[in-house]
């Protein structure tokens, strides 16, 4: 977590700069500035991740750098070290979202510990965030896959191969092929070859088709080269499996 500090104090910024070792916690400490329009400069420039920020500060004040902030929609965490226990300087604090107000002079440990408590809280989000993404991407890539298959089963006859399934879906044939085997097990020629077969048995039971047209219907470039993969996906020809299933 990147922290830049802002107080006009420069006993402040040396004890806040060299008492502490912030890369024990997991802070880098990526600045420094001694006025509000100095610090509010190194925010748009550094994009810190938290602000440790005095309220009062030449030319420009912790209030309306933290409101300036806002208004330029910049979210930061601010926490607020103040000399000042003013009630309207803490409640106009919060007003703009402050993350904390401490007063001075105060403890390394309660500076340190308003950090953390930020730190964690950003690596819980940041988490949540990514375990979001990824329930996304595996409900995509099944919604993808579910598509691919609904094609599939539609135009089995027809020019069913890897490639034009993939373009259908808007995939890259190799990224496609990959995330097939990965949701469903099996290769997309194996699957095809199944759903083809399946498909087979049924017409074969269903109907009086000749096994040429059941060949022709399921896309397949010859008759023989149908009933060899018939054959060796059941064990036995078209017209043996017709004939063992109907009597």
């Not at 610090?39 to 005095?54: I, N």
């Not at 399946?198 to 269903?206: D, F, S, V």
Request: charged fraction near 25%; glycine fraction near 6%; proline fraction near 3%.
């Amino acid at each position: 977590m990147k922290l830049l500090i802002a107080d006009d104090e420069q006993y402040i910024r040396v004890s806040l700069t060299e008492d502490i070792q912030w890369g024990d916690f997991g802070i880098q400490l990526i600045g420094c500035a001694s006025t509000g329009k100095e610090a509010l400069d190194l925010v748009r420039l550094l994009k810190p991740d938290v602000l440790l920020s005095d309220i009062l500060m030449p030319d420009l004040t912790g209030l309306d750098l933290i409101k300036t902030l806002r208004e330029e929609g910049i979210q930061i965490p601010v926490i607020f070290l103040s000399g000042w226990s003013n009630f309207e300087y803490a409640r106009e604090a919060l007003k703009f979202g402050a993350s904390n107000y401490l007063l001075k002079p105060c403890p390394d440990e309660e500076i340190i510990e308003a950090l953390l408590l930020i730190k964690n809280d950003r690596v819980s989000q940041e988490h949540s965030k990514s375990t979001r993404a990824a329930e996304y991407e595996i409900q995509s890539n099944k919604h993808v896959i579910k598509l691919a298959c609904e094609i599939l089963h539609q135009e089995l006859g027809n020019d069913s191969t890897l490639t034009t399934i993939a373009t259908k879906v808007n995939m890259n044939p190799s990224a496609f092929s990959r995330l097939f085997h990965q949701e469903m097990g099996c290769s997309f020629k194996k699957y095809v070859t199944s759903v083809k077969i399946n498909k087979a048995k049924k017409l074969l039971l269903e109907s009086n088709l000749k096994v040429q047209h059941i060949a022709e219907y399921l896309g397949y470039v010859s008759t023989s080269h149908f009933v060899q993969v018939f054959s060796k996906s059941t064990g036995m020809t078209p017209g043996a499996f017709r004939e063992n299933q109907r009597m």
